[in-house]
């Protein structure tokens, strides 16, 4: 079967328009914690050893692709080079954030679209994205393939960390092919968000894939404004109604 029957040609992205901001280089108190976290990050590399970092969380808007963005644009301002990875196929937003755009990404890549060197968008930050492009569903075919695995091998060569924004592991299994290539995993927890039952069976998930848990980074919303918006994942027919929705997607 021709690779071009598993992708979507025009398919617009049907999530909301929500994009994660990058604060640190401004003068806000969370940058401080992305310095600390990026302190986490150098010291585990132990000087290139590790170099593959997945960022997860276990249910949709705890703030992963906040963290990875911020925390990548951290290690960019102490030198290092830097790449994102936007893993997340369904909701992808690590273009948005960097302000490059969408445009030969991981799907045109794996269609001979274009090549390895074109799929790198360089942005204002310091950080190179690797975007995810076309939509595409059947995700994981693309992220078992050896051209994929070729292409992180590529970005290690090139690069003193690669982060990968991922979706959320109780909605999407792909965290499983990402385990395979990631040196260590990062947690992200939201407080007063995410119920413990969730976050333990996702920690389970993962464990059984990578045990390798490198640590995790609690996030808060602001009451008000975010609490109201977030309120619904503690609703159970909201959560089903976005894991259906995932679903379909895939
Ligand atoms: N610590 C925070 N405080 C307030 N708002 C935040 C915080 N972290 C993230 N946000 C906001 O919450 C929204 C969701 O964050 P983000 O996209 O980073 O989550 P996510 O875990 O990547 O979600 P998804 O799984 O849907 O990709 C964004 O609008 C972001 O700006
Ligand atoms: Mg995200």
């Known amino acids: 079967m021709s690779l071009k029957n598993l992708f979507f040609k025009n398919k617009k992205d049907n999530f909301d328009t929500d994009v994660p901001k990058i604060v640190v280089g401004k003068r806000t108190g969370s940058s401080e914690n992305y310095y600390r976290l990026k302190d986490n990050i150098i010291y585990y590399s132990d000087n290139g050893k590790n170099k593959v970092f997945q960022f997860e969380s276990s249910i949709s808007g705890e703030g992963k692709s906040t963290v990875v963005g911020n925390v990548a644009v951290a290690l960019a301002k102490s030198g290092k080079k830097v790449v994102v990875v936007d893993l997340d196929f369904r909701r992808p937003k690590v273009?948005?954030?960097?302000?490059?755009?969408?445009?030969?990404?991981?799907?045109?890549?794996?269609?001979?679209?274009?090549?390895?060197?074109?799929?790198?968008?360089?942005?204002?930050?310091?950080?190179?994205?690797?975007?995810?492009?076309?939509?595409?569903?059947?995700?994981?075919?693309?992220?078992?393939?050896?051209?994929?695995?070729?292409?992180?091998?590529?970005?290690?060569?090139?690069?003193?960390?690669?982060?990968?924004?991922?979706?959320?592991?109780?909605?999407?299994?792909?965290?499983?092919?990402f385990s395979k290539l990631a040196d260590t995993i990062i947690f992200v927890v939201c407080s007063g968000v995410t119920h413990r039952s969730q976050l333990k069976e996702a920690i389970e998930l993962l464990k059984k894939c990578n045990p390798n848990i490198l640590g995790t980074v609690m996030t808060y919303r602001n009451a008000g404004k975010f609490s109201l918006k977030y309120g619904g994942y503690y609703n159970a027919r909201y959560y089903r109604d976005l894991k259906n929705h995932y679903m379909q997607e895939r």
Do not use: W
């Open 95 to 177: 273009h948005r954030m960097f302000n490059v755009p969408n445009l030969n990404g991981i799907t045109e890549y794996m269609l001979d679209e274009c090549d390895d060197s074109q799929i790198i968008k360089t942005s204002e930050y310091g950080v190179d994205v690797v975007n995810r492009g076309k939509a595409a569903h059947n995700a994981s075919i693309i992220f078992t393939s050896n051209k994929f695995k070729a292409l992180i091998e590529k970005l290690k060569e090139n690069y003193d960390m690669v982060l990968f924004d991922c979706p959320p592991v109780l909605l999407v299994s792909d965290y499983i092919h």
